[in-house]
């Protein structure tokens, strides 16, 4: 398969580390210095790029009929647009704020916990989590998505970066 990476940073690094061992030829390296992106020699696209980027990116791909699967984090304001690009073009657009089986399988535990505690008011709920130095973005989308599971079935309205309210939980972030 020939592969598209945007982002070679420490994930999109690993990501080619992990495709040439399985015999897939990556194509493209585009970072923050790419000036122009040949789309007609991916069969896909592998997004770890960063919050600024990321649309552009998935946008790009769409427009172009390249398939593509989004890691990055922070950018979720235009998800819709994306989705609805998507739509438009028949195209193939996955994301997720996490790809590990072990935190997939934690946003499932996370959500029932938060049924079962739905009837119970005395618990508050917050989110501490913490990262290596080189992370970008805090918080991340892994306490994100897990405080939008938290907020789905409980009367908590939102998420706050360090603050705690009745109505919203805090997440706290730190690095180590």
Known sequence: MNIGLFGYGKMGKMIEQLAVQR????????????????YSTM????DFSSPEAAFTNIKGCLEHNVPVISGTTGWLKDYDEAISLCKEKNGAFIYASNF????????ELNCY????????????????E???????DAPSGTAITLAEGIIESTDYQGWQMDKSSDHNIPIISKDC
């Open 100 to 107: 590990s089986l072990g935190v997939n399988l934690f946003f």
């Open 43 to 46: 069969d896909i696209a592998i």
């Open 23 to 38: 015999n897939h030829c990556i194509v493209a390296k585009i970072d923050v210095d790419t000036k122009e992106v040949d």
């Open 113 to 128: 916990l938060a049924k079962m505690m739905h009837n119970l008011p005395q618990y508050k709920v917050a989110i501490e």
């Open 130 to 136: 913490t990262h290596h130095l080189q992370k970008l």
